[in-house]
Structure formats: structure tokens, C-alpha cells
């Protein structure tokens, strides 16, 4: 019969310091002996090789991917840049209006300068004309 797994496998400082008692090992041989496999229905067994290296990299303290709370919905990031489109507008993106904190219906002054070009709120409701 096929050898079973009894225990779970090492994590945190356990696992880190399994890991420097094997340093002649291969990374497959100490994913093993650290108890990232799992037995097949054939009777052999499979080393889980990427769980080891996530488990290894969350014991040295390394985040990878940011908690699932603050992840949310990244989409792009802003440029700071647009670029006129075929139609000759302009389109002033979702990460811009966001981080101005702009509402559906707000208005603007557009001020022209040498090289640039600044929208200005207008305050009143009926856009100022």
C-alpha cells in the first residue's frame, strides 16, 4: 500500500528552518521531506512544488499580492496623460474624475495656456453662462 501523509506541511519559521537542515537537497526533494506532496490514486506521489515556494516566500515575510480587502478594483492607474482621440475629443478617464473627486453633471471652465490647459469648477448649476 502507498505511504500516506499523516501531518500537515511546515509553515512560518518551522518550515524555514527545515529548509536550512536540507541545503543539499533539491528544491523538489526538500518540497517532500517538508510535506508539500500528496499521494495519486495509482499510489505515487506528487510533489506540490508551487505551494512550497508560496509557503517559503509567505515565511520570509515577502507579500506578493496585497490582501484581497485592499486590492478592490485596480484597473488602470492614471498617467497624467490623454491623448486626443480620432474624433478630435478628448476623454478625461475614470482614475482622473475619481481622484477629483467629480460628480455626473459638474462643469468647467476650460483655461487654454502655451503648452497646456487647466479645467477650472465653475460653480454655479447653469455653468456659468
Known sequence: MAKQKTSEPLTGAALLQKVKTLAALSKTQKAKA??????????????????FLQALIEAEGIALDKPAAERGRDGRSARYRITVQANGQLL???????????????????????????LKPLDSVDGGV
Open 34 to 51: 517538508c510535506g508539500y506532496y500528496t499521494v495519486t490514486k495509482g499510489g505515487g506521489e506528487r510533489v506540490n512544488l508551487l505551494q
Open 92 to 118: 478625461i478617464g475614470t482614475a482622473y474624475t475619481q481622484q477629483m473627486g467629480l460628480q455626473p453633471g459638474d462643469t468647467f471652465e476650460l483655461v487654454l495656456g502655451r503648452k497646456h490647459f487647466q
